[in-house]
């Protein structure tokens, strides 16, 4: 037989059929096989998780088939309560798929700390400058101590207490500035109806 009458013949006509629906069913056990898999139009939306502690944002997620991965500490926010949920990726009301993992930044327990650098003899300008930048507060009612020079650094004090070069001091403290009166006279605190303002950083 020529394959030009195997082609025409009954026999050709019947392992076509039936190669054609094997491959149907093959394609369509596939196709339900992906959707299984990988969830198909299954989707879970994601929970504002801002402020929770990180037990509490794992059990929320738990509860509905997500999991967590906490990657980074942000910079201290006082707004946000220590060691919380500060940040989330993908963010509240995203939608993604069972098991995702939501991935965290926690707010830290609190400021870091700065060290303090060397400002003694420092003029009340550079020091408030210096300060500021590095992240610490200054109090505008600064203490001012019998001496020659002028407004010039001759300490610091944070709580009433001297603070040394290298001190390691949490960022946003409040320092208050120890300067020089400019003369021989008295001990004197310099008041005004400013004391009670603060220079923010």
Known sequence: MSVIQFIKSKTFLKQLILALVAFLIFAVAVVQWLKFSTNHNQKIEVPNLEKMSLNEAEIVLQ???????????ASF?????????????????QFVKENRKIYLTLNPSRYPNIEMPDLYGKTKRQALSQLLAIGFRVDTSAVYVKDIAKDVVRGLLLNGNLIKTGDKIPKNSMIKLKLGDGNEGEFQTENSEEDSEEIAF
């Open 77 to 93: 926010n006082p707004e946000y309560p220590a060691k919380s949920v500060i940040e989330q990726s993908p963010e509240a009301g």
């Open 63 to 73: 509860n509905i088939d997500l999991n967590l991965e906490v990657i980074d500490s």
